[in-house]
């Protein structure tokens, strides 16, 4: 099987110049946002790392893990996480009722999507590809009805992105559709409407879910900042890793006309979506080690929600978040 976690910060979730060890950057102190309520410390089991949280955080840890190693799922209610053995990666439906998890082993030699009902416990595995393809990377639509899997096949040593499986969460079904001329390093999310982006080169392809068909090309426009949900909450902005010839790691684009809006004067190693419509999650290097932050795209970081041990970092930590409610795309 593909190393998932190994696989992502590597093609989509550092940033360009971060692929080794960052230059430490410090981070100026945070300056307050609206009220989100009173922190408390979330202590993280099996990664030494405590979160910060708020009753009124737009956005919500919901798993995270080490690479293939261990992922940890946080339980419906509360606060409580707990390891899931055997499966390599993890995440929850926008609407927080279904787990979707990519399984360590290949059962009759098929790959699978496992869909964990959250109120009953109920567990579904949903075939994908067979041996010796892998399809791992979840990435859930927004209306939370459809997952995508990004397809690799070992070459050479290396597991090269081949196309992608769409899985119906209510059906159990699942699609497979390989894609000519695919960037080997893609990794597939949704867009707002219900298409599907993914690297292609130093910019990024739309492709239809339904066949694959190239819908467009923007080959300098800058990667997606993945793996978690590259559009804001509104669908109106797009975090895009920026393309080599600009100073800045962070540009916004806008969706609707393809072109950068917006260069973030900040250096993050990776990013780990929105926080709400005018911040991102962001992970920036501080003294050898790193923070995780929440930061404004004026550049400032107004929070910070965890210490990250280098340990940590280096052994491929992975996180990913649920807001309460997805706004609907203009």
């Known amino acids: 099987m593909p190393a998932f976690a190994a696989a992502v910060l590597s093609l989509t979730l550092l940033a360009p110049s971060g692929l080794t060890a960052p230059t430490p950057t410090p981070i100026p102190t945070p300056t307050p946002t609206a009220s989100t309520g009173r922190a408390t410390a979330l202590p993280l089991p099996g990664v030494g790392v405590t979160y910060q949280q708020a009753s009124r955080d737009p956005a919500r840890l919901s798993t995270y893990g080490l690479g293939t190693k261990a992922t940890y799922v946080r339980a419906r209610t509360g606060d409580a996480f707990t390891v899931r053995a055997g499966v390599s990666e993890a995440a929850v439906s926008p609407d927080g009722r279904t787990l979707a998890a990519v399984p360590t082993t290949y059962r009759a030699g098929k790959d699978a999507l496992l869909l964990g009902d959250r109120a009953t416990g109920a567990l579904r595995r949903v075939p994908t590809v067979a041996k010796p393809l892998a399809a791992s990377s979840v990435a859930w639509s927004r209306d939370g009805r459809r997952v995508v899997l990004t397809v690799e ?56 879910a339904a066949d694959g068909a190239v819908l467009s090309t923007h080959t300098a426009l800058g990667r997606p900042a993945g793996p978690e949900d590259p559009y804001s909450p509104s669908g109106r902005r797009l975090a895009l890793w920026c393309p080599p010839r600009s100073a800045e790691r962070l540009c916004v684009a806008d969706p609707a006309t393809g072109r950068i809006t917006r260069r973030v004067a900040v250096r993050p190693a990776a990013l780990f979506g929105w926080w709400d419509e005018d911040h991102v999650i962001a992970v920036m290097p501080q003294n050898g080690a790193y923070r995780l932050t929440v930061v404004g795209l004026d550049g400032r970081v107004t929070r910070a929600l965890a210490v990250i041990p280098a340990r940590t970092w280096t052994a491929e930590l992975w996180l990913t978040f649920n807001r309460a409610s997805q706004p609907s795309p203009a």
């Not at 040593?157 to 196309?163: D, E, F, I, V, Y």
């Not at 699942?174 to 990794?187: E, K, N, Q, S």
């Open 153 to 208: 096949r070992k070459t050479g040593g290396s597991w090269r992105a081949a196309g992608f499986t769409v899985v119906d969460a209510a059906a159990g079904t699942a699609r497979t559709v390989m894609v000519a001329g695919l960037d080997t390093r893609a990794a597939f999310t949704w867009t707002p409407a219900g298409e599907l982006i993914a690297r292609y080169g130093d910019g990024l392809r739309a492709y239809r």
